[in-house]
């Protein structure tokens, strides 16, 4: 065995706490080291083509590059071994930055445990073979599921775009909760012209399926290659997609579940979607009295919603301009907690409101009582400090969006992760919004969280654009990470296949063994670590690797 | 439809923040040639500014920094730092876009980021990165984690003067670059700066001839800069004991260096940092040569050239004095026992003047003077002393006799002060201490009595035609002779050297002593045998020898790698500023005298050999140092000090901004924003109170890349009482700005759970609005906060003041109706979000609307699409939006882009 060890400088980075020259001149002693140096920085052009030239000149076969992190240059390296004809595979990284120079100040110490890191990753590379990363085509073509303005957005790029693109909505029409908005704010239009402009422009185009009343009833597969079984209402329909788009959007809060708020038991009490809808039938007198009710079903860890619906404080404000430009001499009071005007135009269309006589009183309401001659709010006002009782013709619940009621079912579907608030969890919450852990399945809208219209269509669009990208390429390498059965020690007590979360393992009924669908397997190592026979390992990761590796920490140097 | 034949096309994002970052991202992921124009020096925009993320307190850095490095990795994008587009003309579908690119003037394939260039920039400016809170250099990466990780030079005008300074001084002093550090009181940066070319800073602090003044540019205007005179002060600042040794990394090589001069321990200096093994050999019993045997004592103090000697034996050099070579060692024998020589034996000898009565008693030549009274053997001059001569040597003797008690010296001199070698300040000094010269005059004759001398026989002189030096010859006036009765006579004529020593390993110095070289490189005709200083020269000055003995160290070293000895690139003579230039600087810098070197009182300083000049005060100097033109200008001095370090060759002042012309087939603008600035809120006290801060500025004070290392400090000291006031600048007709900026209510929370973590029993309170949590865990964020003790009053304050210790707020909590005043150490102000500077102008040569506070006009329903057909907008560039929301909208331009080009 030949390996070489390079130890970067980082500038002054390493150099700086880690006495790298002590590091480059300890490992030249230790068996298997043809070649351990030093240099200032092994990522640059030179530092590449050091390790280039000792590959070729000493024919190294292992190489450790000790560094940054492994997930920086990570590709570059890798492609350093290819050039010189050695499999990227046989590379090992070892983080002596972040793990070393950065923690402390102490040469001695960071020198130490430097050259422990080292050691492990030469104990440990010892094991390593070479890998193939293995290529597997791609289908063009993508799983919309959800019709309202998340999906419709996703699925007119990825359509444009030339994908073949079956759409899912399993309402009879599409649109999702846009479409019954009388007044789509801030855009002043019409909610079912928006959608059905929408929709228009998806059936133009000719590689687009779209099913309605239909649901998902199956999925499986791999990334490139997924399985789709929908039940349509013609019958159930196979598909096969590269990858999916899960727009399912949200359920409105029911206020039902909030018994204090008597919704459901007199018909003066309604939500600000019924008074959407309905406004025009609303027998109100002449000069009404209207009460709007923030946070209906948010910020309100009694019934398991503490967090905030982002969108029913601006629904508050619409419904009390509505009732001012209607009712001029009406009286209409808003009790809020905090008023969250946050989006473009929020807090200007807030103040217009406060402008047109809408009293906003911030409180706590504690019960709704209806009697003959009105509803009575009883509450406190959190200014003043004072409890008050007030009587109403109308009361308006500005109710919050709860996860989709289908969100379990299609997590599991999907094989995707919930939040503790059952709305679909993305991969990172800042940066990778649409992404989840299963590659090629992505999330748009408000199924992962409350949005408004204009942040539904923001995320339909560039989630489907990162979909694109996948799919584009037509191809995609399949890491080499994957689990393998020894058939001889595979008991066929099928624990593997329950604890796969990427459906990879197949059961042979008639060898009464299993085996790993390579193209599906994800590297999670779920398998290997429940195996009672050990008869299952991961291919990069066996046993004795990870014994040595462990023992270069410990042994006695 | 042509399939992918969106492959082809190329498309601009305008702004490297995550916005442009994300845009730039999807658009390359499905292979469209992206160029990403940055308007500063590296991509990552404001969100690499902040320390940590809401509501998940993620490192900022450690979240965006892997994309900021996918982006640069990334083959089909085209990174442009320092760019902005400056017009936009629809071809086609497409645009064609003019591009200013500013020059770094660095070679981004050479730089490699490693941060010397910056160490050594005596430049100290405000870092835009940590909001101007923290110092960064005129040579600066901006923070270690920039893309591209390439240095910049912020070099803002020319030099206004020529800098001549440095190119007369024989070891190129980075003189501008010293000044600079002075005149702004970083002294011991400036010791270190003058330290870094010279082994003998407070030697040539001291008694340098300074040519450096003599061209000073300055001096054409009214007077030349003390250069010499600070070189002192700074000296004066730091104790060279204190000195740390660098790393050295040893070579086994072995030089002997002959003579412990200034030339062969500068030669030793050098040559013990580059890890050779020197020993330097010389007769006297203590080294220093001349500086320690010539100079007088009230010049040089003999401890402050210990001191120096001392640091280059801390260095790892051995000095073994009292070992005359030739005499007992053979130099053949230590060619045989070294790898390398340098011969600087100096000029030790003095010459005789060749009258009659030489002999006499009491007649001395100056060295040997010089020598005993420097070696504290007690030395007699008469009553009467004539010292011949009129260098400083001379000069010298006279003004040491003076201090021995004679009660009369005359200096005799055969041509006219104009001619005199010595130095300006030495003459003068001379006749302030009573010293009187007599010109043209020259002794033909020395008479005594017994042996001992009585007096001198003397004839006038003329002058007459200029010699080779140039100066006008003496010649003698016929005619009789005239007689000075004096009983010493000191003789100061010049020196020789003495080589004989040499002719053992096969050398023949020229016919008056002198080792022939090399001049450049110090070499002599003999492999591995080099030489330099007074030894070649015949008598000069110090810093000569020291630059003698720094060029052979260089050829030495190359030698013993086995490299051409090659010399080092030559330096322009010094220049003078034209007359043009001259009166345009008299225009911008009006005039101001020199300071004047504070010096002891004549009756005082002829008593003894106590050093003459006292030395200015860190008020003197700094005034006299800022009257450096190079230091009047901000941004780059171009003293070249980056250049000396910069391993790679990097840096290059000749590269000139650009203007490139593209052509694009769509655009996304992701133009981030800027914050509010607080000033105008004289309530608040922002600028004017200590302790009040913006909320960005708290960012950088408690990030580990800002100017604090992390620790949140104010004046030095923890504080433990805050209070952060939000809608500073937003939700505020007063300020312009109705709208809500939809980030500040998250990053106050955010700044409390920073200070709860690491500050013990913090007192914070919060004065809001609404608390608009609205965002996917924030609400739950805020409520954490409040349960780990921030109170939160609603209400804005009236005013801030100074409280007696640290700041008072007044304000009135709405909910409970009354008035509090309480007492903080910091306010911070949540200011709120602005359009980007310079988004009119980005607007305008784009034909953008723009609503109406100035952020691009989108529409929500489409909402990256502008007014523009082809032209894409993101992120903050269209109005307030937090992380996730940006990077949405940058998913959003970029699938809208993708459409566009796709057609």
Same mark, same amino acid.
């Given at each position: 065995?030949?390996?070489? &060890?390079?130890?970067c400088?980082?500038?002054?980075n390493i150099?700086?706490?880690?006495?790298?020259?002590?590091?480059?001149?300890?490992?030249?002693?230790i068996?298997?080291?043809?070649?351990?140096?030093?240099?200032?920085f092994?990522?640059?052009?030179?530092?590449?083509?050091?390790?280039?030239?000792?590959?070729?000149?000493?024919?190294?076969?292992?190489? &450790?590059?000790?560094?940054?992190?492994?997930?920086?240059h990570?590709?570059?390296?890798?492609?350093?071994?290819?050039?010189?004809?050695?499999?990227?595979?046989?590379?090992?990284?070892?983080?002596?930055?972040?793990?070393?120079?950065?923690?402390?100040?102490?040469?001695?110490?960071?020198t130490?445990?430097?050259?422990?890191?080292?050691?492990?990753?030469?104990?440990?590379?010892?094991?390593? #073979?070479?890998l193939?990363?293995?290529?597997?085509?791609?289908?063009?073509?993508a799983?919309?599921?959800?019709?309202?303005?998340?999906?419709?957005?996703?699925?007119?790029?990825?359509?444009?775009?030339?994908?073949?693109?079956?759409?899912?909505?399993?309402?009879?029409?599409?649109?999702?909760?846009?479409?019954?908005?009388?007044?789509?704010?801030?855009?002043?239009?019409?909610?079912?012209?928006?959608?059905?402009?929408?929709?228009g422009?998806? /059936?133009?185009?000719?590689?687009?399926?779209?099913?309605?009343?239909?649901?998902?009833?199956?999925f499986?597969?791999?990334?490139?290659?997924?399985?789709?079984?929908?039940?349509?209402?013609e019958?159930?329909k196979?598909l096969?997609?590269?990858?999916?788009?899960?727009?399912?959007?949200?359920?409105?809060f029911?206020?039902?579940?909030?018994?204090?708020?008597?919704?459901?038991?007199?018909k003066?009490?309604?939500?600000?979607?019924?008074?959407e809808?309905?406004?025009?039938?609303?027998r109100?007198?002449?000069?009404?009295? #209207?009460?709007?009710?923030?946070?209906?079903?948010?910020?309100?860890?009694? &019934?398991?919603?503490?967090?905030?619906?982002?969108?029913?404080?601006?629904?508050?404000?619409?419904?009390?301009?509505?009732?001012?430009?209607?009712?001029? /001499?009406?009286?209409?009071?808003?009790?809020?907690?905090?008023?969250?005007?946050?989006?473009?135009?929020?807090?200007e269309?807030? /103040?217009?409101?406060?402008?047109k006589?809408?009293?906003?009183?911030?409180?706590n #309401?504690?019960?709704?009582?209806?009697?003959?001659?009105?509803?009575v709010?009883?509450?406190?006002?959190?200014?003043?400090?004072?409890?008050?009782?007030?009587?109403?013709?109308? #009361?308006?619940?500005?109710?919050?969006?709860?996860?989709?009621?289908?969100?379990?079912?299609?997590?599991?579907?999907?094989?995707?992760?919930?939040?503790?608030?059952?709305?679909?969890?993305?991969?990172?919450?800042?940066?990778?919004?649409?992404?989840?852990?299963?590659?090629?399945?992505?999330?748009?809208?408000?199924?992962?969280?409350?949005?408004?219209?204009?942040?539904? &269509?923001?995320?339909?669009?560039?989630?489907?654009?990162?979909?694109?990208?996948?799919?584009?390429?037509?191809?995609?390498?399949?890491?080499?990470?994957i689990?393998?059965?020894?058939?001889k020690?595979?008991?066929?007590?099928?624990?593997?296949?329950?604890?796969?979360?990427?459906?990879?393992?197949?059961?042979?009924?008639?060898?009464?063994?299993?085996?790993?669908?390579?193209?599906?397997c994800?590297?999670?190592?779920?398998?290997?670590?429940?195996?009672?026979?050990?008869a299952?390992?991961?291919?990069?990761y066996?046993?004795?690797m990870?014994?040595?590796?462990?023992?270069?920490?410990?042994?006695?140097? | 439809m042509?399939?992918?034949?969106?492959?082809?096309?190329?498309?601009?994002?305008?702004?490297?923040g995550?916005?442009?970052?994300?845009?730039?991202?999807?658009?390359?992921?499905?292979g469209?040639?992206?160029?990403?124009?940055?308007?500063?020096?590296?991509?990552?925009?404001?969100?690499?500014q902040l320390?940590?993320?809401?509501?998940?307190?993620?490192?900022?850095?450690c979240?965006?920094?892997?994309?900021?490095v996918?982006?640069?990795?990334?083959?089909?994008?085209?990174?442009?730092?320092?760019?902005?587009?400056?017009?936009?003309?629809?071809?086609?579908?497409?645009?064609?876009?003019?591009?200013?690119?500013?020059?770094?003037?660095?070679d981004?394939?050479?730089?490699?980021?490693?941060?010397? $260039?910056?160490?050594?920039?005596?430049?100290?400016?405000?870092?835009?990165?940590?909001?101007?809170?923290?110092?960064?250099?005129?040579?600066?990466?901006?923070?270690?984690?920039?893309?591209?990780?390439?240095?910049?030079?912020?070099?803002?005008?020319?030099?206004?003067?020529?800098?001549?300074?440095?190119?007369?001084?024989?070891?190129?002093?980075?003189?501008?670059?010293y000044?600079?550090?002075?005149?702004?009181?970083?002294?011991?940066?400036?010791y270190?700066?003058?330290?870094?070319?010279?082994?003998?800073?407070?030697?040539?602090?001291?008694? $340098? *001839?300074?040519?450096?003044?003599?061209?000073?540019?300055?001096?054409?205007?009214?007077?030349?800069?003390?250069?010499?005179?600070l070189?002192?002060?700074?000296?004066?600042?730091?104790?060279?004991?204190?000195?740390?040794?660098?790393?050295?990394?040893?070579?086994?090589?072995?030089?002997?260096?002959?003579?412990?001069?200034?030339a062969?321990?500068?030669c030793?200096?050098?040559?013990?940092i580059?890890?050779?093994?020197?020993?330097?050999?010389?007769?006297?019993?203590?080294?220093?040569?001349?500086?320690?045997?010539?100079?007088?004592? *009230?010049?040089?103090?003999?401890?402050?050239?210990r001191?120096?000697i001392?640091?280059?034996?801390?260095?790892?050099?051995?000095?073994?004095?009292?070992?005359?070579?030739g005499?007992?060692?053979?130099?053949?024998?230590?060619?045989?026992?070294?790898?390398?020589?340098?011969?600087?034996?100096?000029?030790?000898?003095?010459?005789?003047?060749?009258?009659?009565?030489?002999?006499?008693?009491?007649?001395?030549?100056?060295?040997?003077?010089?020598?005993?009274?420097?070696?504290?053997?007690?030395?007699?001059?008469?009553?009467?002393?004539?010292?011949?001569?009129?260098?400083?040597?001379?000069?010298?003797?006279?003004r040491?006799?003076?201090?021995?008690?004679?009660?009369?010296?005359?200096?005799?001199?055969?041509?006219?002060?104009?001619?005199?070698?010595?130095?300006h300040?030495?003459?003068?000094?001379?006749?302030?201490?009573g010293?009187?010269?007599?010109?043209?005059?020259?002794?033909?004759?020395?008479?005594?009595?017994?042996?001992?001398?009585?007096?001198?026989?003397?004839?006038?002189?003329?002058?007459?035609?200029?010699?080779?030096?140039?100066?006008?010859?003496?010649?003698?006036?016929?005619?009789?002779?005239?007689?000075?009765?004096?009983?010493?006579?000191?003789?100061?004529?010049?020196?020789?050297?003495?080589?004989?020593?040499?002719?053992?390993?096969?050398?023949?110095?020229?016919?008056?002593?002198?080792?022939?070289?090399?001049?450049?490189?110090?070499?002599?005709?003999?492999?591995?045998?080099?030489?330099?200083g007074?030894?070649?020269?015949?008598?000069?000055?110090?810093?000569?020898?020291?630059?003698a003995?720094?060029?052979?160290?260089?050829s030495i070293?190359?030698?013993?790698?086995?490299?051409?000895?090659?010399?080092?690139?030559?330096?322009?003579?010094?220049?003078?500023?034209?007359?043009?230039?001259?009166?345009?600087?008299?225009?911008?810098?009006?005039?101001?005298?020199?300071?004047?070197?504070?010096?002891?009182?004549?009756?005082?300083?002829?008593?003894?050999?106590g050093?003459?000049?006292?030395? *200015?005060?860190?008020?003197?100097a700094?005034?006299?140092?800022?009257?450096?033109?190079?230091?009047?200008?901000?941004?780059?001095?171009?003293?070249?000090? $980056?250049?000396?370090?910069?391993?790679?060759?990097?840096?290059?002042?000749?590269?000139?901004?650009?203007?490139?012309?593209?052509?694009?087939?769509?655009?996304?603008?992701?133009?981030?924003?800027?914050?509010?600035?607080?000033?105008?809120?004289?309530?608040?006290?922002?600028?004017?109170?200590?302790?009040?801060?913006?909320?960005?500025?708290?960012?950088?004070?408690?990030?580990?890349?800002?100017?604090?290392?992390?620790?949140?400090?104010?004046?030095?000291?923890?504080?433990?009482?805050?209070?952060?006031?939000?809608?500073?600048?937003?939700?505020?007709?007063?300020?312009?700005?109705?709208?809500c900026?939809?980030?500040?209510?998250?990053?106050?929370?955010k700044?409390?759970?920073?200070?709860?973590?690491?500050?013990?029993?913090?007192?914070?309170?919060?004065?809001?609005?609404?608390?608009?949590?609205?965002?996917?865990?924030?609400?739950?964020?805020?409520k954490?906060?409040?349960?780990?003790?921030?109170?939160?009053?609603?209400?804005?304050?009236?005013?801030?003041?100074?409280?007696?210790?640290?700041?008072?707020?007044?304000?009135?909590?709405?909910?409970?109706?009354?008035?509090?005043e309480?007492?903080?150490?910091?306010?911070?102000?949540?200011?709120?979000?602005?359009?980007?500077?310079?988004?009119?102008?980005? $607007?305008?040569?784009?034909s953008?609307?723009?609503?109406?506070?100035?952020f691009?006009?989108?529409?929500?329903?489409?909402?990256?699409?502008?007014?523009?057909?082809?032209?894409?907008?993101?992120?903050m560039?269209?109005?307030?939006?937090?992380?996730?929301?940006?990077?949405?909208?940058?998913?959003?331009?970029?699938?809208?882009?993708?459409?566009?080009i796709?057609?």
């Amino acid at each position: 065995m030949k390996t070489g &060890i390079f130890i970067c400088h980082c500038g002054h980075n390493i150099k700086h706490t880690v006495d790298v020259k002590k590091l480059s001149e300890y490992f030249k002693k230790i068996p298997n080291v043809t070649v351990s140096k030093d240099y200032v920085f092994v990522c640059s052009e030179p530092g590449q083509d050091m390790i280039k030239d000792a590959i070729e000149k000493e024919g190294l076969d292992r190489v &450790i590059i000790a560094s940054c992190t492994p997930s920086l240059h990570g590709p570059m390296f890798k492609d350093v071994l290819r050039k010189s004809n050695l499999n990227p595979f046989l590379l090992r990284r070892v983080s002596i930055r972040e793990h070393c120079a950065w923690v402390g100040n102490d040469v001695e110490a960071n020198t130490e445990k430097a050259k422990r890191l080292i050691l492990a990753g030469l104990y440990s590379s010892a094991h390593y #073979v070479p890998l193939e990363e293995k290529i597997v085509d791609v289908q063009k073509s993508a799983l919309v599921v959800g019709g309202g303005v998340s999906g419709l957005s996703a699925a007119i790029f990825l359509s444009k775009m030339g994908m073949h693109v079956y759409l899912v909505e399993k309402e009879a029409a599409l649109g999702g909760h846009v479409r019954i908005l009388k007044d789509v704010w801030p855009a002043g239009r019409d909610g079912k012209g928006i959608v059905e402009e929408m929709a228009g422009e998806l /059936e133009k185009q000719e590689n687009v399926e779209i099913f309605t009343s239909t649901t998902i009833t199956n999925f499986e597969g791999f990334f490139g290659n997924y399985e789709a079984t929908l039940k349509t209402p013609e019958g159930e329909k196979r598909l096969t997609v590269g990858g999916a788009v899960l727009a399912i959007g949200f359920s409105p809060f029911d206020p039902g579940i909030k018994p204090e708020l008597q919704y459901g038991k007199d018909k003066r009490i309604i939500t600000t979607l019924e008074f959407e809808n309905n406004s025009d039938t609303l027998r109100l007198p002449e000069k009404p009295r #209207v009460a709007i009710l923030h946070c209906v079903g948010s910020r309100d860890e009694q &019934i398991g919603k503490p967090y905030c619906s982002r969108v029913c404080c601006v629904n508050a404000l619409r419904v009390g301009n509505a009732l001012k430009d209607k009712h001029k /001499e009406s009286y209409v009071e808003s009790f809020y907690m905090d008023v969250r005007a946050h989006p473009k135009g929020g807090e200007e269309f807030f /103040e217009d409101t406060q402008e047109k006589g809408v009293l906003f009183t911030r409180a706590n #309401v504690g019960e709704i009582i209806p009697t003959p001659s009105g509803v009575v709010i009883r509450g406190e006002d959190t200014l003043f400090g004072e409890t008050f009782e007030r009587e109403f013709d109308l #009361v308006v619940l500005s109710i919050g969006m709860s996860s989709p009621k289908d969100c379990k079912l299609i997590a599991n579907t999907f094989k995707i992760a919930l939040d503790k608030d059952n709305f679909f969890m993305e991969a990172h919450i800042k940066l990778r919004p649409f992404d989840t852990a299963v590659k090629g399945i992505f999330i748009a809208g408000s199924c992962s969280g409350p949005k408004d219209v204009e942040e539904s &269509i923001n995320h339909g669009r560039a989630s489907a654009v990162k979909l694109f990208g996948l799919l584009n390429l037509g191809y995609t390498y399949v890491e080499p990470f994957i689990s393998y059965v020894d058939p001889k020690r595979c008991s066929g007590c099928r624990m593997c296949e329950h604890a796969c979360f990427s459906n990879a393992i197949k059961y042979d009924e008639e060898k009464r063994v299993v085996h790993v669908e390579e193209a599906a397997c994800m590297g999670c190592g779920l398998c290997n670590a429940t195996c009672p026979s050990s008869a299952i390992s991961l291919r990069g990761y066996i046993d004795p690797m990870i014994d040595d590796e462990i023992s270069g920490f410990t042994e006695a140097i | 439809m042509n399939e992918n034949s969106f492959q082809e096309k190329n498309v601009l994002v305008v702004g490297g923040g995550i916005g442009g970052i994300t845009a730039a991202l999807e658009l390359a992921s499905c292979g469209v040639k992206v160029t990403m124009l940055e308007e500063g020096p590296s991509i990552g925009g404001r969100m690499i500014q902040l320390d940590k993320t809401f509501p998940t307190l993620d490192c900022a850095t450690c979240v965006l920094s892997p994309k900021m490095v996918e982006v640069s990795l990334e083959k089909n994008i085209e990174i442009l730092s320092w760019s902005k587009p400056l017009a936009v003309k629809k071809k086609g579908k497409g645009f064609q876009v003019t591009i200013f690119k500013k020059t770094r003037y660095i070679d981004t394939k050479k730089c490699t980021a490693c941060g010397s $260039c910056s160490t050594g920039c005596p430049v100290v400016m405000k870092s835009e990165f940590n909001m101007n809170t923290g110092p960064r250099k005129a040579v600066y990466i901006p923070f270690p984690q920039a893309i591209p990780n390439k240095a910049s030079i912020d070099k803002r005008e020319d030099r206004p003067c020529k800098a001549a300074c440095v190119d007369a001084c024989p070891i190129h002093t980075n003189v501008l670059g010293y000044l600079k550090h002075i005149s702004e009181g970083r002294f011991k940066d400036a010791y270190m700066l003058i330290r870094a070319t010279n082994p003998f800073p407070s030697v040539c602090g001291r008694v $340098c *001839y300074a040519p450096c003044e003599g061209v000073c540019n300055r001096g054409q205007l009214d007077d030349p800069l003390a250069i010499r005179d600070l070189k002192r002060f700074a000296v004066d600042q730091f104790d060279v004991n204190s000195l740390e040794i660098p790393q050295i990394t040893r070579t086994e090589k072995k030089v002997a260096v002959i003579g412990a001069g200034p030339a062969g321990l500068s030669c030793a200096h050098d040559l013990a940092i580059e890890g050779h093994d020197v020993t330097v050999f010389d007769a006297l019993p203590e080294p220093g040569g001349m500086l320690r045997y010539a100079i007088p004592e *009230y010049r040089l103090p003999k401890e402050e050239l210990r001191k120096e000697i001392g640091y280059i034996e801390r260095l790892g050099v051995r000095i073994q004095c009292g070992t005359e070579i030739g005499k007992d060692i053979d130099l053949a024998t230590i060619k045989n026992d070294f790898d390398a020589i340098f011969i600087a034996t100096g000029a030790p000898k003095g010459l005789p003047l060749g009258v009659e009565g030489e002999d006499l008693s009491g007649v001395i030549d100056g060295i040997r003077f010089l020598r005993a009274v420097n070696s504290g053997e007690k030395v007699k001059t008469g009553k009467d002393v004539a010292v011949i001569g009129g260098g400083n040597t001379a000069v010298d003797c006279a003004r040491t006799a003076k201090r021995l008690g004679s009660e009369s010296v005359k200096l005799i001199y055969r041509r006219t002060r104009d001619e005199m070698p010595a130095a300006h300040e030495e003459i003068e000094a001379l006749l302030q201490e009573g010293i009187e010269i007599q010109f043209l005059t020259t002794p033909i004759r020395f008479y005594g009595e017994g042996g001992s001398l009585s007096g001198m026989e003397c004839i006038r002189m003329e002058l007459g035609e200029p010699d080779a030096s140039g100066r006008r010859r003496p010649v003698p006036i016929k005619g009789p002779g005239f007689s000075i009765p004096v009983d010493s006579v000191i003789t100061a004529l010049g020196q020789a050297t003495q080589t004989a020593f040499t002719e053992a390993i096969g050398m023949s110095p020229a016919k008056n002593g002198t080792i022939e070289i090399d001049p450049l490189t110090g070499a002599t005709g003999i492999e591995g045998v080099f030489a330099g200083g007074d030894v070649h020269t015949g008598p000069a000055y110090v810093v000569d020898a020291i630059a003698a003995g720094q060029r052979a160290a260089r050829s030495i070293t190359l030698y013993l790698k086995g490299e051409e000895i090659k010399p080092a690139n030559a330096r322009k003579a010094p220049e003078k500023l034209s007359e043009t230039e001259v009166a345009e600087l008299m225009k911008r810098y009006p005039s101001l005298e020199r300071i004047p070197m504070p010096e002891k009182k004549v009756e005082e300083r002829v008593t003894n050999f106590g050093e003459v000049a006292i030395g *200015y005060s860190p008020e003197q100097a700094r005034a006299e140092a800022s009257r450096c033109l190079a230091g009047r200008i901000e941004g780059c001095i171009q003293c070249g000090e $980056c250049e000396r370090l910069c391993e790679v060759g990097a840096i290059d002042h000749t590269m000139r901004d650009e203007i490139v012309d593209l052509e694009f087939d769509s655009i996304v603008l992701a133009p981030g924003f800027d914050l509010y600035d607080p000033t105008e809120k004289r309530e608040y006290g922002y600028g004017t109170l200590e302790g009040v801060i913006t909320g960005m500025e708290f960012e950088r004070l408690s990030s580990v890349t800002g100017p604090t290392g992390g620790d949140i400090l104010l004046k030095g000291k923890v504080p433990k009482r805050f209070y952060f006031i939000q809608c500073v600048g937003s939700r505020d007709r007063q300020s312009g700005a109705r709208y809500c900026s939809r980030v500040c209510c998250m990053y106050t929370a955010k700044h409390i759970n920073i200070i709860l973590d690491r500050i013990k029993e913090p007192e914070i309170y919060v004065s809001y609005i609404d608390v608009r949590a609205y965002g996917k865990g924030y609400e739950e964020f805020y409520k954490t906060t409040q349960e780990r003790g921030a109170i939160y009053i609603r209400g804005v304050p009236g005013e801030i003041t100074k409280a007696e210790s640290g700041l008072l707020v007044r304000v009135e909590d709405m909910l409970s109706g009354e008035i509090r005043e309480i007492q903080v150490d910091m306010v911070i102000l949540a200011t709120g979000v602005r359009p980007r500077k310079g988004i009119e102008e980005l $607007c305008s040569i784009m034909s953008l609307e723009r609503d109406e506070y100035g952020f691009i006009r989108a529409d929500s329903i489409n909402p990256s699409r502008t007014n523009v057909e082809g032209i894409f907008v993101c992120g903050m560039g269209c109005g307030p939006k937090d992380i996730p929301d940006t990077v949405a909208s940058g998913g959003e331009a970029a699938a809208r882009c993708m459409e566009y080009i796709n057609q």
